[in-house]
Each structure stands twice: as structure tokens, then as C-alpha cells.
């Protein structure tokens, strides 16, 4: 069986916290790959403010491509509506019966695991992988493997802001995204 790690999100833009946390979690659980997996709607976030899902896949597959062990994976944009994860599960393990997934969350994210849709079926079909994120605490009554990785407290939220504001995104975006921004004229350039 091949060992995958999805790391869902709504990567608007995707930045270096990302990266580093989704290769602390390649390395330390010894993954064949992880698949950065761009939602569409998603469930807890206002859309309208979202850039659009096209915009956020180039500069997925931008940040992706040159780096070993980090894949794309779009089945999210392949349908409409809310997009649950168990949802998305159910259809990849169908998909790729080869595989066993590893679902990637930020430490932000493991006190609302309670909340998920179908939560009790969605543990039974996937590994929780929590990593550490500065400000966060990482209890749960559900089985989630912590990953330690170091704090680097960027967002996404703060990068639009930056670029809003016109100040520097050096060692926070990596180039490829920056020029993809630039050319495109998102947030605000
Ligand atoms: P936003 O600021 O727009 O909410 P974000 O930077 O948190 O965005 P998302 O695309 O929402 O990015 O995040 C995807 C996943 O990555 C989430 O599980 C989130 O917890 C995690 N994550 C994002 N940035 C970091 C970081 N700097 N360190 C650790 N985890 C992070």
C-alpha cells in the first residue's frame, strides 16, 4: 500500500508554512507523497471572499511542481456544493484502492474535528495527522498522531494583508507564487 498524505485547505494563497508542514509530515511519518488538495467550498470559510479555485490550483501546482514528493490533487473542483471530507474520502479510496491516507490538519483545526460531517465514519477510513501550530491547542478525544514541527507562524490571511499593503512577502511566499500573484494581479497588486 502506498502511504499518502492529503493536506486539504483552502491555500489562498499557498506559502511556506504549508510547505513545511506538509514535508515535516512526509519526513517524519515516512510517506510515499502528499497531496495538496484545494477545496472549492469550503464548509466553514465565506466563499465569496475566496479566490477563485483556478487561481488557487496555478499556484498549488506552481509551489508543487519542482518539489519532490508533492502532488496536486483537484478532486475537489470536480463537483458543486459544500465539500465534506468524508465525502472526498469515500471517493479517492475508491479511486486509488492502492492507497492509505493520512489526513493532514493544523493544530487550528483539531478542536472543531467534533464538528465534522460524519465524523465517526471519517476516522474509521482515514489516519488524523495533527501538527503543531503556535497559539493552538491540540487536545481531542480522537485519534490524531501528532507531528512536531517547527513553529512558523504565517497565513495566508496575513500574506493577503501584506500584499494589500504592498510590503514584503520575502521567505513567507515562494517566488513562483509571488510572480503568479503579480502577473494576475490578485489581492490587491
Ligand atoms: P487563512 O489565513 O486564509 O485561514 P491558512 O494560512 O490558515 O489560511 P489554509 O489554506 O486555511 O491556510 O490552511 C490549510 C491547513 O494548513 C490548515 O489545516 C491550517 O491549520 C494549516 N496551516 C496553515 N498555515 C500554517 C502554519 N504556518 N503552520 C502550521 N499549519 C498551518
Known amino acids: 500500500m502506498r502511504k499518502i498524505g492529503i493536506f486539504g485547505g483552502t491555500f489562498d494563497p499557498p506559502h511556506f508554512g504549508h510547505l513545511l508542514m506538509a514535508s515535516e509530515v ?27 479555485s483556478i487561481h488557487r490550483l496555478h499556484m498549488l501546482q506552481l509551489c508543487t511542481e519542482k518539489r519532490p514528493g508533492f502532488k496536486v490533487q483537484s478532486i475537489e ?7 465534506y471530507t468524508y465525502d472526498t474520502i469515500i471517493l ?6 492502492d ?5 493532514i490538519i493544523g493544530a487550528d483545526m483539531i478542536e472543531f ?12 477510513l482515514v489516519q ?12 481531542t478525544e480522537y485519534p490524531v498522531i501528532e507531528v512536531d514541527a517547527p513553529l512558523f507562524e ?12 504592498g510590503r514584503s512577502t520575502d521567505y ?7 510572480g503568479y500573484i503579480e502577473e494576475n494581479h490578485l489581492y490587491g497588486t
Open 77 to 83: 473542483f470536480e463537483r458543486n456544493g459544500p465539500s
Open 99 to 103: 492507497c492509505t491516507f493520512y489526513f
Open 172 to 178: 513567507l511566499l515562494p517566488d513562483e507564487v509571488r
Open 92 to 97: 479517492l479510496k475508491n479511486q486509488f484502492p
Open 113 to 124: 474535528l467534533p464538528k465534522w460531517h460524519k465524523i465517526d465514519q471519517l476516522i474509521e
Open 26 to 52: 512526509l519526513h517524519s511519518l515516512h510517506l510515499h507523497e502528499i497531496w495538496f488538495m484545494p477545496n472549492q467550498n469550503p464548509p466553514h470559510k465565506d466563499s465569496d471572499d475566496t479566490t477563485d
Open 154 to 165: 504565517v497565513s495566508s490571511t496575513m500574506l493577503r494583508e501584506r500584499i494589500r499593503l
Open 128 to 139: 488524523f495527522v495533527g501538527v503543531k501550530r503556535a497559539g493552538f491547542e491540540s487536545d
